[in-house]
């Protein structure tokens, strides 16, 4: 195979429609492909990282007889490190040569005579809201390790989250939590070849922390990073289990800051199908606790409470908005509680502790219902047969079994991950951004936080 046709860095992005590599200058060749040392001998890692698959069939990797075209305080010939190969074809055309390289790389084996398949590790950083997580992924599915330190205790006695309290917490715990993610999965920072973060959506002032932390992290160590939409990454979290969803399916994204439906065709493809028009699901969750006096976060205190009430003890509103419609609306059952518990708070009778857990769950059975209703519907508009669900409040123990006894009855089939990969977690932004950085996207250096974030 002949050289490419040789041109800057950036005239090969702009060709690609890919963000320029933060490791290159404006005036670099743009590399044929990023080789990364993996010690001396000959044996090499061929980075999935190049902007396009480059098929690597007769190439001789032998040190020493390559040309190189890069910076000289690039670490190369020893130890771990990256090389920007250019024309390497142009000479170096052998019959053997022995290539390592990572597992989703795409090559063709013809003559190839000895090929190892090096797997990919991302770390992936998550600091959209409340909770610092960091995880380190193999080939963007195994977990060799997910951290998440909750701030449950620190935003408790304002019964939610206190944006400023979470920022502070957040710089105060993402160094000891990434260095625990790496020491869990059991390896140095320097066997790390990409990183992933969230970029929004979600509370600016956290996801500065996270995205700041990540860039220093791929600046220093020259991998690349991506950043990850948080909502793509919920609903990329059943991809962590052993039985995966296949593409396409309706996703149900909910939790204490979104409730959507969305057609998903593949990684990066979407279609919001529909949205809550005014409070999420979660959120609905927290604010009837709040009002009941329960405590923070709502949601599994009242999964909880509801096993021992009665669903049917008060019929609470379940909006509709219209047969064609997969929206939600959450704040007309919010509202009916906070009418039944003022009316109901007069002595002599006053809210018991038995009228509570009537009162939770039948408020819960209200926003299951609709939220099983309208997922389904929307799968059945769709002509699809796969249904995925997760965000906090996927966590639920009725919304669960309610999904599945639906799938069951429709004849499809419900993914929902497990309830640790259902809240916030970095796990679920790995597997984002291992699909991402696979393909060749980077994220310039520049990358802003957004509290707004649309999918792509
Ligand atoms: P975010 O909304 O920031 O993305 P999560 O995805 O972690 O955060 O979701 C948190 C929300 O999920 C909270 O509103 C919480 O009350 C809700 N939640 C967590 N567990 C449950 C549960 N078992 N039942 C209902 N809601 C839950
Ligand atoms: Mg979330």
New binding site residues.
């Given amino acids: 195979m002949g050289p490419r046709v040789q041109e800057t860095h950036q005239q090969g992005a702009l060709r690609k429609g890919l963000p320029p590599s933060p490791e290159l200058g404006d005036n670099d060749l743009d590399p044929l492909c990023i080789i990364k040392t993996i010690g001396t001998g000959g044996i090499l890692s061929l980075s999935p990282f190049s902007a396009f698959p480059l098929p690597i069939l007769g190439v001789s990797l032998r040190p020493g007889n390559w040309r190189r075209n890069e910076p000289s305080d690039r670490p190369c010939e020893s130890g771990p490190g990256r090389l920007c190969l250019h024309n390497l074809f142009e000479n170096d055309i052998r019959k053997s040569w022995l290539v390592r390289c990572h597992q989703d790389f795409k090559f063709k084996r013809k003559n190839a005579k000895n090929i190892d398949l090096a797997p990919m590790r991302i770390l992936a950083i998550e600091t ?4 610092t997580g960091a995880a380190v992924l193999l080939n963007g599915r195994k977990i060799l390790s997910n951290v998440v330190s909750s701030q449950v205790s620190v935003h408790q006695k304002y019964g939610g989250v206190v944006p400023e309290l979470a920022s502070r917490k957040h710089i105060e715990m993402i160094v000891p939590i990434v260095n625990e993610a790496l020491e869990r999965a059991r390896v140095t920072f320097k066997q790390i070849d990409g990183i992933a973060v969230t970029q929004g959506p ?1 509370l600016v002032g956290s996801l500065l922390i996270g995205l700041s932390f990540a860039k220093s992290l791929a600046f220093a160590a020259r991998v690349p990073f991506v950043g990850v939409n ?1 909502i793509e990454a ?1 609903l990329s979290a059943a991809f962590l289990e052993e039985k995966p969803p296949k593409f396409p399916f309706i996703g149900l994204v909910v ?4 409730t959507s439906v969305f057609r998903v065709d593949g990684f990066g493809t979407f279609k919001r199908v529909g949205q809550t028009r005014d409070d ?1 699901a ?2 609905a ?2 604010k009837v606790a709040k009002l009941l006096g329960l405590g923070y ?4 205190i ?2 909880e409470l509801s096993m021992e009430g009665n669903p049917k003890a008060i019929r609470f509103p379940r909006a509709s908005l219209g047969k064609d419609s997969f929206d939600f609306s959450f704040s007309g059952v919010k509202t009916a509680v906070v009418h039944f518990v003022r009316a109901h708070s007069e002595p002599p009778g006053g809210i018991t502790e038995e009228m509570i857990r009537d009162i939770v769950s039948s408020f819960q059975e209200a926003v299951v219902d609709v939220l099983v209703k309208k997922t389904f519907r929307a799968a059945q508009h769709e002509g699809l047969k796969r249904v995925v669900i997760s ?3 996927a ?3 009725l ?1 669960r079994q309610r999904m599945g006894e639906e799938a069951l009855r429709q004849r499809m089939r419900v993914y929902i991950p497990s ?1 640790i990969f ?3 977690n970095a796990a679920m932004v790995g597997v984002v951004g291992y699909e991402y950085l696979k393909k060749g996207v980077r994220s310039p250096l520049s990358l802003n936080a957004f509290s707004n974030l649309p999918l792509r």
């Fill in positions: 959209s809201c409340d909770d979600g948080h919920h939790s204490g800051g979104h999420a979660g959120e969750f927290d976060p709502g949601g599994p009242i999964d965000g906090g409040v966590a639920n123990r919304l309830p259902c809240t916030d």
